[in-house]
C-alpha cells in the first residue's frame, strides 16, 4: 500500500532563517507530486506541482521554491523566511493515468515564522 | 480564474440529524469534484470523488451530487455522529491534478 510522509510535524523558525520540508512517498512509482499551503481557517492554495524528476511548475510568486531530486521526494524550501511563510503545508500525490485522479494528502508540516 | 465557495462555514447539528453541506464553482469546465474531511491539525482523508460525467457518489451515509451545469455540489450526512465533527473542503479538480480548494465547512455534531 502507499503512504507519503512528510516531516518535521512541526517547525518553529525566525523570521530570515533558512526552510527545507520533505515529503516523500512509498508504494507507487512515477507520481504527481502537489505542495499546497493552508491559512487558519481557510482552504488549500496550491504552490506547487511535479509531474516528475526535476520538473517543478509554481502557481502563485512567493518566497518558496521546490524540487524533485527523486521520483518519490518533494522538498519545500526558502532562503529566508517571511512572517507571511506561517502556515500548514500539505503534501500531495496522484497516479498518474488514474482515471478517478484521486489525491493522497500526507499529515502535514505546521510552520510557525516568528 | 476558478472559484470554490462553501456555505455555511460553520454548522453545529445535535446527533442523529441528517444535514448538507454545500459547495458552489465557478467555472463549469472541470475535470471532477472531490469531498474531503480534515480533522483539526491533520491532513486530508478523501471521502468521495465525482466525475464531471456523473451525477452523485455515495459511501455508507455519505452522498455526494453533482450539477455541473449550475456549478453546485452537495454532500449529505445521513443520522449524523459526534464522530463526523470535523472541516468538510470541496476541491474542484482542473486537470492534473490542479485543485482549487473552497475554505470548508466546520461542523459539529454534538451528543
Known amino acids: 500500500s502507499q503512504t507519503i510522509h512528510q516531516w518535521p510535524a512541526t517547525l518553529v523558525q525566525p523570521v530570515g532563517s533558512p526552510l527545507s520540508l520533505e515529503c516523500t512517498v512509498e508504494?507507487?512509482?512515477?507520481?504527481?507530486l502537489y505542495w499546497y499551503r493552508q491559512a487558519a481557517g481557510r482552504g488549500l492554495q496550491l504552490l506547487f506541482y511535479s509531474v516528475g524528476i526535476g520538473q517543478i511548475s509554481s502557481e502563485v510568486p512567493q518566497n518558496l521554491s521546490a524540487s524533485r531530486p527523486q521520483d518519490r521526494q518533494f522538498i519545500l524550501s526558502s532562503k529566508k523566511l517571511l512572517l507571511s511563510d506561517s502556515g500548514f503545508y500539505l503534501c500531495?500525490?496522484?497516479?498518474?493515468?488514474?482515471?478517478?485522479?484521486?489525491?493522497?494528502f500526507g499529515p502535514g508540516t505546521r510552520l510557525l515564522v516568528l | 480564474k476558478q472559484e470554490v465557495t462553501q456555505i455555511p462555514a460553520a454548522l453545529s447539528v445535535p446527533e442523529g440529524e441528517n444535514l448538507v453541506l454545500n459547495c458552489s464553482f465557478t467555472?463549469?469546465?472541470?475535470?471532477?469534484l472531490q469531498w474531503f474531511r480534515q480533522d483539526p491539525g491533520k491532513g486530508l482523508t478523501s471521502l468521495l470523488l465525482?466525475?464531471?460525467?456523473?451525477r452523485e457518489q455515495t459511501s455508507g451515509r455519505l452522498n455526494a451530487s453533482l450539477d455541473k451545469s449550475s456549478g453546485r455540489s452537495t454532500l449529505y450526512i445521513a443520522a449524523s455522529q459526534p464522530g463526523d465533527s470535523a472541516t468538510y473542503l470541496c476541491a474542484v479538480n482542473i486537470n492534473a491534478g490542479k485543485s482549487t480548494f473552497g475554505d470548508g465547512t466546520t461542523l459539529t455534531v454534538k451528543p
Open positions: 508504494g507507487t512509482s512515477n507520481p504527481n
Open positions: 467555472d463549469s469546465a472541470i475535470y471532477n
Open positions: 465525482i466525475q464531471s460525467s456523473q
Open positions: 500531495a500525490w496522484m497516479n498518474r493515468g488514474d482515471i478517478q485522479e484521486t489525491q493522497y
